[in-house]
C-alpha cells in the first residue's frame, strides 16, 4: 500500500537521505571573516552547501550524529535537533539540496521569484572624508548605487556637538561627490540612544536611507529615545537571533529595517522573521560575513519574500552588479560552482 | 438548524436523494445563479491592452520563470446535499504542461459571492507561472486594494492550495517536503466533534470509541444555543455541570476543548474560564466574537484556561494583534479562509515566535482538509488539527471516498495519515464532482434570542 511505502521510504531517509557531514574552515581574507562551509552530502549522489561563522569539532559530529540517515528534504524538522551554531548553515544546505534534487533554484522552491534583481549595497572605507568620497566614486564605477557610511563614534558619551558636525560635513561631502547615491548611516552599535537620537535629527533632512544598528539592542524602552526624537528609519539586528527580540522591536514600533545576517537565521529563519515584519509594514535587509554561499543563500532569500529591501554581500565585486542590483541565478540549487579540492585543506575533523 | 448536527447528522440522509431530483444540470454546465455570473464558463477572453493595463507582467521574469504558465482557471460548487450551508468551492487551475492543480475556497453562506472572487482574479493569473506563488500571493492580496477581507482571503486561499498542488506536482514532491517537514510520518493528531452525548451510556460508549481508536482530544459545543450576553445563574450552572460531567465520562485521558460560539460577553465568559479551571481543558475556543483582541485579551489574562480563536481571520495581518500582545495561546487560522498554505505557514511561523500552538480551524471540504495536513506536518507548533466529523463517520466522509479513493480526513490509531503522492495527494476529476451539482449558496444559521433579537453564531 502506498501509505505503508511512504512511511518506510520516510524511516529510511528516503531517496535523499544524508549520508556524509562534513566541515571545512575558510580563513578570513581582506573581504571576510573567517567562516566555515557545510556540506550534506545524500544517498542520492546530490551534495549541498551552507555556511556558519565557526563550528567546533564537537558540533560537527553532534550535527553529523543528529541527522545522518534523516531526509536531506526535513530541513524544518532536522533545525531544532542540530546546535545552534550551524542552523542556518544546515538550513541552506538541505535547500540547496532541495533545488538540485528537483532540478529548479532554491527561490522557486520557496514560492518565488518575488523580484526579478535584488537591491545592493556596499560598505564604504577609509580614514577620513576625502578617502571615502574616492572610495564612493571607485565603488559607484562599479556600478554601486547604495552605500553605508562609516561614522565613527564620539569619544564619550554624550558630547555631540563636534560628532554631530562632524558625521554632517561628511555626509554633505558624499551626497556632493555623487548626488544620485544613496546613502545609509554605519554606526556599528556604538552610540548611546541619545547621541544616535541628536545624529539622526541633524541628518533628517538630508535623507540617508537609515540609521543602521545606532546602538547595542538592550533595553528596548531606551530605543524609543531614537525612535520617538527622528522620523529617520532605524535598522537593528546585527547580534539579535532570537525571534522574540524583533517581536519586540516591532510592537513597539522603533525599527524600520530588520538587518538579518544569513549565517545565524538560513533562508527558512529570514523567511520566518520576514513574515513577522511584513504585518509591522517593515523591510528586511541582508547581510553577512562570509562566503559565496551566504552570497547566494542571501539572493535566494531576497527572491523568495515580499518585502526585501537591500543586500550587503561579500566582495560584491565578484557579483554580477548593475546599476545597483544583483542579478538571480537561474541555476538549481543555490547555484554556487564549488571547487571541493580548495576546500579540502580546512576540513575540520 | 445545529451546525454539529448537520455536519454529521439527519441532513447527511438528504444525500440519498435520487440525483435526478437534486437537478438537472451537471458541475460542468453552465447554471444560472443569484450573482448573474456563471461560475463554470469561462470568463470572457480580454484583449492585449488589457493585460498590461492589469499589471500582470510575466515578461518582468524572463529568464527566471519556469516552463509552466496558467492557461485557465475554474471555480466549482459542488453541494453534498441539496439544504448545505457551505456547499464547496473548489479550484481548478490548469496548465500548458497538462498539470492541474486543486484548491478549496468553501465559505460558509457565500459560495456564489466567493466563486465570483475566484473568478475575478483569473484574467490577472491565466499566463503567469503558477511557480511563483508568494508572488502571485502578494499580487492577488495587495492589488485587491480592500485587503484581509474573508471573501478575498477565501479566494485567495483556494487559488493559493491550487497552486502549490501544482508546484509539488511539478516538482515530484508532496507539498509537506516542500515545507522541509514532515514532522510525524505517522501523520497528524486529530480531534473530532462530539455529539449526542446527552446519557451516560452515550458518553461512556464515546469513550470507548475514541480510546480504542487512538483518538486523544474532542471538542464539545455548548449545552444549548440560548447563551446571553450577560447570563445568569441558571445556564451559567448548567454549562459548568455539563463539562464537569464530560471530564468525568471522559476521564484524564483525552483532552477536551469546548467552543462558546462568541455568545457571553467577556466578563461572563470570564467567570466560565475560571469556574472550569480544575478541569483542565484543553481550550476555550472564542469565548467573545473575535474583532475585539483587547476584549479577548481581558479574558485571558483573568483566567488560567487556554484561549483558542482564530477561524475567521484573513492573513498574518488579521493575527498580528493577538500574537504581539500575546492574548491567546491557540491559533486556530483556516486554510480557506486565511489564504491558504502560504498564508497559513506564515501565521504558524509568527505564532511561533511566541510560543502559540496552532490547531488549524478545517470545517469545509476535502481539499482544503488535506491542505491543513500538509502545513500540520511541517510546522513545529502544531497542537492539533480540527476535523469536523465524528469518531463514528457519517455520509461526507463516504462521498470524499468516493472522489479520492481514500476519506481524507479519518484518523487511523489517532492520526490523520500523511497524503499519498506529489501535490496535495489527490486526484479529482470534474466528472467525479458532477453527480453534485451546485444547488446554490445557502445561508448559516439563524440563531435569535427569546425576545427575538439576533444572537451569536
Known amino acids: ?349 | 438548524m445545529n451546525r454539529r448536527k448537520f455536519l454529521g447528522g439527519a441532513a447527511m440522509a438528504a444525500a440519498a436523494l435520487p440525483a435526478s431530483r437534486l437537478s438537472g444540470t451537471t458541475a460542468n454546465q453552465p447554471i444560472a445563479v443569484g450573482c448573474g455570473c456563471d461560475p463554470f464558463a469561462q470568463a470572457p477572453a480580454r484583449d492585449a491592452s488589457y493585460a498590461v493595463n492589469t499589471g500582470s507582467n510575466p515578461q518582468a521574469f524572463v529568464g527566471l520563470t519556469s516552463n509552466l504558465k496558467i492557461t485557465n482557471l475554474k471555480a466549482f460548487g459542488v453541494s453534498i446535499t441539496p439544504n448545505s450551508d457551505r456547499p464547496y468551492v473548489f479550484v481548478k487551475i490548469e496548465t500548458n504542461q497538462g498539470i492541474v492543480g486543486w484548491g478549496e475556497a468553501t465559505i460558509e453562506g457565500k459560495a456564489q459571492s466567493v466563486m465570483s472572487s475566484v473568478l475575478d482574479m483569473r484574467d490577472f493569473l491565466i499566463g503567469n507561472d503558477p511557480m511563483q506563488i508568494e508572488h502571485l500571493w502578494q499580487s492577488m492580496y495587495v492589488h485587491s486594494y480592500y485587503r484581509a477581507g474573508p471573501m478575498i482571503g477565501s479566494a485567495i486561499s483556494g487559488i493559493d492550495q491550487a497552486l502549490w498542488d501544482i508546484r509539488g506536482k511539478a516538482l515530484n514532491m508532496p507539498v509537506y517536503q516542500l515545507l522541509g517537514g514532515p514532522y510525524d510520518e505517522r501523520g497528524v493528531r486529530g480531534y473530532y466533534h462530539v455529539d449526542g452525548i446527552e446519557t451516560d451510556e452515550a458518553l461512556a460508549e464515546l469513550k470507548q470509541n475514541a480510546l480504542s481508536e487512538g483518538i486523544s482530544c474532542l471538542k464539545v459545543g455548548m449545552p444549548s444555543h440560548d447563551y446571553e450576553w450577560l447570563e445568569g445563574n441558571a445556564k451559567l450552572t448548567r454549562l459548568v455541570k455539563y463539562l464537569e460531567r464530560i471530564r468525568a465520562g471522559l476521564g484524564d485521558s483525552i483532552d477536551i476543548a469546548i467552543d462558546f460560539h462568541a455568545k457571553m460577553s467577556p466578563s461572563v465568559a470570564t467567570i466560565m474560564c475560571k469556574e472550569i479551571e480544575p478541569l483542565k481543558l484543553l481550550w476555550v475556543e472564542e469565548p467573545c466574537p473575535p474583532e475585539n483582541v483587547q476584549a479577548m485579551a481581558r479574558i485571558s489574562r483573568r483566567s488560567t484556561t487556554p484561549i483558542a480563536t482564530g477561524e475567521r481571520l484573513v492573513a498574518t495581518y488579521g493575527c498580528r494583534e493577538l500574537i504581539e500582545m500575546g492574548v491567546v495561546d491557540i491559533l486556530q487560522t483556516d486554510i480557506n479562509h486565511v489564504g491558504g498554505i502560504s498564508a497559513l505557514w506564515k501565521v504558524a511561523a509568527m505564532a511561533n515566535i511566541s510560543d502559540i500552538s496552532m490547531a488549524p480551524h478545517a470545517c469545509e471540504g476535502p481539499i482544503g482538509g488535506l491542505a491543513t495536513i500538509h502545513v500540520d506536518t511541517a510546522i513545529p507548533n502544531l497542537l492539533v488539527q480540527e476535523i469536523c466529523s465524528f469518531v463514528v463517520p457519517g455520509q461526507k466522509e463516504k462521498i470524499w471516498e468516493e472522489w479520492f479513493g481514500f476519506p481524507a480526513m479519518r484518523m487511523v490509531n489517532g492520526r490523520v495519515p500523511l497524503p499519498v503522492g506529489p501535490g496535495l495527494g489527490l486526484n479529482l476529476t470534474e466528472e467525479a464532482l458532477s453527480k453534485y451539482p451546485f444547488g446554490g449558496t445557502k445561508p448559516m444559521e439563524f440563531v435569535y434570542h427569546a425576545d427575538g433579537s439576533v444572537a451569536a453564531l
Request: net charge neutral; with cysteine.
Open chain 1, 1 to 349: 500500500m502506498a501509505q505503508a511505502r511512504q512511511q518506510a521510504d520516510a524511516a529510511a531517509g528516503g531517496p535523499h537521505a544524508i549520508r556524509g557531514v562534513r566541515a571545512f574552515q575558510v580563513a578570513a581574507t581582506q573581504q571576510n571573516s573567517a567562516y566555515v562551509v557545510l556540506q550534506i552530502r545524500t544517498a542520492s549522489g546530490l551534495t549541498g552547501y551552507g555556511e556558519c561563522r565557526a563550528l567546533t569539532p564537537a558540533e560537527l559530529k553532534s550535527t553529523a550524529d543528529a541527522i545522518t540517515g534523516k531526509a536531506a528534504t526535513s530541513y524544518e524538522v532536522l533545525d531544532p535537533l542540530v546546535p545552534p551554531a550551524v542552523r542556518g548553515a544546515l538550513n541552506v544546505a538541505l535547500l540547496d539540496i532541495m533545488g538540485k534534487a528537483t532540478n529548479t533554484p532554491v527561490y522557486r522552491i520557496l514560492g518565488g521569484p518575488t523580484r526579478n534583481k535584488a537591491r545592493a549595497i556596499t560598505r564604504l572605507a577609509g580614514n577620513n572624508d576625502a578617502e571615502l568620497v574616492a572610495d564612493l566614486k571607485r565603488q559607484f564605477a562599479l556600478s554601486h548605487r547604495a552605500f553605508l557610511l562609516p561614522i565613527p563614534p564620539p569619544a564619550a558619551y554624550n558630547q555631540g556637538s563636534e560628532f554631530v558636525r562632524t558625521a554632517v560635513t561628511r555626509f554633505e561631502a558624499m551626497r556632493a561627490a555623487q548626488p544620485t547615491a544613496d546613502i545609509a548611516i554605519q554606526c556599528s552599535s556604538e552610540l548611546s540612544p541619545g547621541d544616535a537620537a541628536a545624529l539622526a535629527t541633524s541628518l533628517e533632512k538630508l535623507h540617508p536611507l537609515w540609521l543602521n544598528e545606532p546602538c547595542a539592542v538592550s533595553n528596548i524602552a531606551t530605543l524609543h529615545k531614537i525612535s520617538d526624537e527622528t522620523v529617520v528609519p532605524l535598522g537593528f539586528g546585527r547580534d539579535i537571533a532570537d525571534g522574540g527580540i524583533y517581536q519586540q522591536l516591532l510592537r513597539e514600533g522603533v525599527i524600520d529595517l530588520l538587518c538579518l545576517d544569513v549565517h545565524t537565521h538560513g533562508i527558512t529563519g529570514i523567511r520566518k522573521l520576514a513574515a513577522l515584519a511584513e504585518t509591522y509594514y517593515v523591510d528586511v535587509a541582508l547581510w553577512h560575513r562570509g562566503g559565496p554561499f551566504a552570497n547566494a543563500a542571501a539572493l535566494h532569500a531576497a527572491a523568495s519574500i515580499p518585502n526585501f529591501y537591500i543586500a550587503r554581500l561579500v566582495d560584491p565585486a565578484a557579483n554580477s552588479i548593475r546599476d545597483g542590483y544583483f542579478s538571480l541565478s537561474a541555476a538549481p540549487g543555490l547555484g554556487v560552482e564549488v571547487d571541493e579540492r580548495a576546500l579540502e585543506k580546512g576540513a575540520i575533523a
